[in-house]
């Protein structure tokens, strides 16, 4: 260690009891957030983290990140769980450790600029309900979209963390946007707006541990306010990368339990408290009760979880990363999107698309949601663009990116592309340059109304104001009105060690299989129908309890369905039967997960006249027109939510609408006739 670095060795007591450290690193927890999502795409259920609650709050967290990111959606729409309850709940549990949040500025927890009057239900309903600290980012470092959020959390007396988004353009630090200056900058303009920390957000895992040493080092220089580095371990770096900003100074490191740690996630806890251990930066974390805390998790609460593991790979680093500086989660599901559309021999034409397009859209960081909006406007161009014609089906929200409804890009939008996005753009052709919400008309009044009768608070109402379809229809499991699908419901632990031991057996090749049927007996009411995947094969097994432990009655080789995805394999499911198309969990994403498709009905067509059908799986969010409405070649008619997106589906002809075969909040399948013009 050279003289200028903060590290010292100082004594050599490694009791749990040791004296405390100068300047002790601090740490956030991110497994029950960050961790979760990043490798188990967001499924963690708040039953399982009740069992290692108050022992966390022993270890001497600076926080513990509960919620925020893809947790608001995830929860409502896939395990049938209150968001606002979780919060709650955890509180009664966590009483020394403050909670900490991801907050996407004014796009809150959803993937758009929300209107001010939601923007501050929201707020309030965050505060009031007992969270504590506001990771505060938006995607475009657009600070404008903080100036409704940043008072509300100074009015409840909270800390403001304001965030950077790390990005880059080069392979490492540097170039002409996203140099050191344009870091510093950042942090002065968050300190000015009353950051009490500030967050350099490293989603990707693309920062360098040199690249880290002279960002805290010119932050440490120029700033007041304690510096925090949140660095995904996703390229492998980000170990080395936390040492390099403990040596240059930095405050506070994100890590996650080592069971929620490396992969997309975090480096874990674990290594970082020994290798500080007797320096001036010693966490004073006593690795016992960490041990003890990961014995809890292995034992009664991963099991439930290893099948949404991605185990496709040997490697745990992801190499695509340090190649196209592209993020994990994004990266991950331009791969689904692809495979869905059976496409995936186009993955190397949407890396070279992807940079040109993210230039075109103004070189804007890369984290939810430009991320989906420049991964998913390059799969469009890829698969739809000929030689004569680009960006031939651009996304609703490339339009609103291009009018500026997200903020000021950090270089402008190709003049050509923005044109063309606005042509018959709904707000108008010309961009505006102000804060985004202040072209937001009010939209709680709306949810409000949307809700009646069915919300019983506000929780409710601002669930609706920002997710309508799904908010709407996890109202109707909470309160009775609708019985949840079997999917969304917990596993026990027992159902998911079955499933496990059935993966493990069928991997030993100790299941046998029977290619004659007729050697089968008889199949017993007592069936119980498993997928099970292996790598990128699944298998539907039959399993018969007769009398003692239970038999494999038979395997069938599945055809290779959408849902056998190596980044998101589908639950191993004991409760039986399910259909070979069960929804699978959407993929592990850094910080976004995506829906997955769910089961689609048959739909007849049997109207007259031109079939309008899906371009690509998604979920319906509107159709503009009804039965017995006359359409225009061209003019929208359904919109169509894929990966996050938005896309206006044109009518492939004129006429009236004949028939419409599915209803807003329906699953679609490629292919799908969703209505008929004739
Ligand atoms: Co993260």
Known sequence: MSDHDQV??????????????????????????????????????????????????????????????????????????????????????????????????????????????????????????????????????????????????????????????????????????????????????????????????????????????????????????????????????????????????????????????????????????????????????????????????????MPKYMHLLDDSKASIIDINVLLHQTPGGMLSNLVNQLREMDALDKIDEVYKELPKVRKELGQIPLVTPTSQIVGIQTVNNVLFDDENERYKMITAQVKDLCYGLYGKTAVPIDPEVQKKALKGYERGEEPITCRPAEVLEPELAKAQEMAKGIAVDLDDEVLVAIYPVTGMKFLKWKYGKEQPPEEVRAKSLEEAKAGIDLVRKARAGQVVEKTQKEAAPDKTENLRTFNVFVGDDFLEVGVDEVGGSPVVNYIQQMPAAPVAQPMAPAPVAPAAPVAPAAPAPAAPAAEEPAPAAEPTPAVAADVEGTPMTAPMPGMIVRYEKNVGDAVTEGETVVVLEAMKMENALPAPAGGTVKAINFSSGDSVAKGDVLCVIG
Not at 106 to 111: D, I, K, M, P
Not at 232 to 243: A, D, I, K, V
């Open 8 to 301: 010292k060795m100082t004594k050599m007591d490694y009791s749990p009891e040791r004296p405390k450290a100068d300047n002790p690193v601090k740490i956030e927890d991110l497994s029950l957030r960050d961790g979760h999502q990043s490798l188990f795409a967001t499924r963690g259920r708040t039953e399982d983290m009740i069992p290692v609650a108050e022992l966390m709050d022993e270890v001497g967290f600076w926080a513990i990140e509960t919620w925020g990111g893809a947790t608001f959606d995830t929860m409502h729409r896939f395990l049938n769980e209150d968001p606002w309850e979780r919060i709650r709940t955890l509180k009664r549990y966590f009483k020394k450790t403050p909670f900490s949040m991801l907050l996407r500025a004014q796009n809150l927890v959803g993937y758009r600029n929300y209107a001010d009057d939601v923007a501050n239900a929201f707020m309030d309903r965050a505060c009031e309900n007992g969270m504590d600290i506001f990771r505060t980012f938006d995607a475009l470092n657009d600070y404008r979209n903080f100036q409704t959020v940043v008072p509300k959390i100074k009015e409840y007396g909270k800390h403001f963390q304001g965030c950077i988004c790390y990005t880059m353009t080069e392979p490492r630090l540097g170039g002409e946007v996203y140099n050191l200056d344009y870091y510093v900058n950042k942090a002065k303009d968050l300190e000015a707006m009353g950051a009490d920390s500030i967050c350099v957000k490293d989603m990707a895992g693309l920062m360098a541990p040199y690249d880290a040493y002279e960002i805290v080092s010119a932050l440490k220089k120029n700033i007041k306010a304690p510096i925090h580095l949140h660095s995904h371990f996703t390229s492998g770096m980000s170990p080395m990368t936390h040492l390099k900003a403990i040596e240059a100074g930095v405050d506070i490191i994100d890590t996650c339990m080592s069971p929620y740690a490396y992969r997309t996630s975090h480096a874990a806890i674990e290594p970082l408290v020994m290798t500080l251990l007797g320096t001036s930066r010693d966490t004073g974390f006593d690795i016992k009760l960490l041990a003890r805390i990961n014995e809890i998790f292995e034992k009664e609460v």
